[in-house]
Each structure stands twice: as structure tokens, then as C-alpha cells.
């Protein structure tokens, strides 16, 4: 089989809304989109993982993959920051960066923003954006732009940095972000395989993601 992997090591933006590929033309490939802020500082080595996936859908209330279900899935981004040098903090207060993974359940999600003044994609949505999870700050922002779609059956990574100035006027700033899609088996459910495969692939393509040595 054939594998496609869109690979992307620089901050990158599309003009158009742009839906993903018809998969079926991919022989069954996955696609793996990465970016990250040039400017931001990847060496501080702790970073801080929620025990569980958040599901974005059409209700009103978030919901989660939690315990064996979240698992493949989370332990696949501990091993790959373990390699890159990071340790993973127990309380998110002594970590340096967070790492937020949602999958995108049953809708279509645009994404446009040319800088962190514009609104977010993800406004209003329920969770851990905006309810103070991370911290003091007003509201997420990437420091570089973009325009693209999410798809069902994706799975979003967002790297967000702790050490940023907090306060009710300041805003989080995503310094990593991945997009995993065609993740999807012909019953439509995730393959976890594949998933997994993609997580690897997204730290393959993101070279610049290592910790100081200590």
C-alpha cells in the first residue's frame, strides 16, 4: 500500500478553505500536517498531559476518551516526547509546555486567522478553552497564520506554552500544532494503528521539538 504523508516544517497558510483529499484516491493513506512558531523556545523540558481525549462534536457539553480508550493514543505522545528529552510533570503548575489532543467526532471544523487579533476557530466551544484549565489567560492564539479545514475522524494535537505571561488580558500561545486525518476504518471508526503511526510521524517531520540536555 501506498502511504501519503503531507509533511510540513514550516509555518504555512492556504488561501481557500481546502477540505481534505478523497481518501479513497489515497489507497486508504493518513495525512499528517505539522506547525510551529519559529520564535518559540522548545528546550525547557517539562510538559504536562491531561489523562484524557477531548471529543469535539455536536453537543453541548464536551465529552472524553478516558482509561483504555485514550490510552494508545496518549501513550503514543509520552513516548515520543520522552525520546525528544521532555519529562512529564504530575501537577501542569511545574510543567513548561501543555499538550491538549481532541478528535474531531461528527462535524467540520474551518480554520482562518492571519494573526492572534482575529477570531479564534475554536470560540465558544466548551472545555478546557477558556475555562482557566491551563492557567490565567484570557484566550489560545498561534503566533503564526493559517487556513485549513478539520475533518471527522481527525485528531488535533495543540502544544501550548505555560511560561507565557499570564493575566485576564493575555492570550496562550499555541507554539506546536498537528493535524492527523484518514484515520478513519471503512466502518468509520478510528484505526488506532494508524493513529499511532501518525502521532510518530508528526515527530519525525518536527525535528526542532527537543529539550535542552540536562
Given at each position: 500500500m501506498k502511504k501519503l504523508?503531507?509533511?510540513i516544517l514550516a509555518v504555512f497558510a492556504f488561501?481557500?478553505?481546502?477540505?481534505?483529499?478523497?481518501?479513497?484516491?489515497?489507497?486508504?493513506?493518513?495525512?499528517?500536517?505539522?506547525?510551529?512558531d519559529k520564535k518559540a523556545n522548545f528546550a525547557p523540558n517539562m510538559y504536562y498531559l491531561p489523562d484524557s481525549v477531548m471529543i469535539i462534536g455536536d453537543k453541548e457539553k464536551p465529552?472524553?476518551?478516558?482509561?483504555?480508550?485514550?490510552a494508545p493514543i496518549?501513550?503514543?505522545f509520552k513516548t515520543n516526547m520522552t525520546k525528544r528529552g521532555y519529562t512529564l510533570a504530575t501537577d501542569r503548575t511545574d510543567a513548561d509546555f501543555g499538550l491538549q489532543v481532541s478528535y474531531i467526532a461528527s462535524t467540520y471544523y474551518f480554520a482562518g486567522y492571519n494573526n492572534y487579533d482575529n477570531p479564534?476557530?475554536?470560540?465558544?466551544?466548551p472545555g478546557y478553552w477558556g475555562s482557566g484549565y491551563w492557567?490565567?489567560?484570557?484566550n489560545w492564539y498561534y503566533p503564526y497564520p493559517v487556513v485549513y479545514s478539520y475533518s471527522t475522524g481527525a485528531i488535533?494535537?495543540?502544544?501550548?506554552?505555560?511560561?507565557a505571561e499570564q493575566g485576564n488580558d493575555k492570550n496562550l500561545p499555541i507554539v506546536w500544532n498537528a493535524y492527523l486525518g484518514g484515520l478513519l476504518t471503512g466502518s468509520n471508526k478510528l484505526?488506532?494503528?494508524l493513529t499511532v503511526r501518525g502521532i510518530n510521524q508528526a515527530f519525525v517531520q518536527s525535528p526542532y521539538l527537543k529539550a535542552a540536555a540536562n
Amino acid at each position: 500500500m501506498k502511504k501519503l504523508v503531507f509533511i510540513i516544517l514550516a509555518v504555512f497558510a492556504f488561501v481557500a478553505c481546502e477540505k481534505d483529499p478523497d481518501l479513497s484516491k489515497l489507497d486508504n493513506d493518513y495525512l499528517v500536517f505539522t506547525t510551529y512558531d519559529k520564535k518559540a523556545n522548545f528546550a525547557p523540558n517539562m510538559y504536562y498531559l491531561p489523562d484524557s481525549v477531548m471529543i469535539i462534536g455536536d453537543k453541548e457539553k464536551p465529552e472524553y476518551w478516558k482509561g483504555e480508550q485514550a490510552a494508545p493514543i496518549l501513550d503514543a505522545f509520552k513516548t515520543n516526547m520522552t525520546k525528544r528529552g521532555y519529562t512529564l510533570a504530575t501537577d501542569r503548575t511545574d510543567a513548561d509546555f501543555g499538550l491538549q489532543v481532541s478528535y474531531i467526532a461528527s462535524t467540520y471544523y474551518f480554520a482562518g486567522y492571519n494573526n492572534y487579533d482575529n477570531p479564534y476557530w475554536w470560540w465558544g466551544y466548551p472545555g478546557y478553552w477558556g475555562s482557566g484549565y491551563w492557567g490565567n489567560w484570557s484566550n489560545w492564539y498561534y503566533p503564526y497564520p493559517v487556513v485549513y479545514s478539520y475533518s471527522t475522524g481527525a485528531i488535533l494535537t495543540e502544544m501550548v506554552n505555560l511560561n507565557a505571561e499570564q493575566g485576564n488580558d493575555k492570550n496562550l500561545p499555541i507554539v506546536w500544532n498537528a493535524y492527523l486525518g484518514g484515520l478513519l476504518t471503512g466502518s468509520n471508526k478510528l484505526d488506532m494503528t494508524l493513529t499511532v503511526r501518525g502521532i510518530n510521524q508528526a515527530f519525525v517531520q518536527s525535528p526542532y521539538l527537543k529539550a535542552a540536555a540536562n
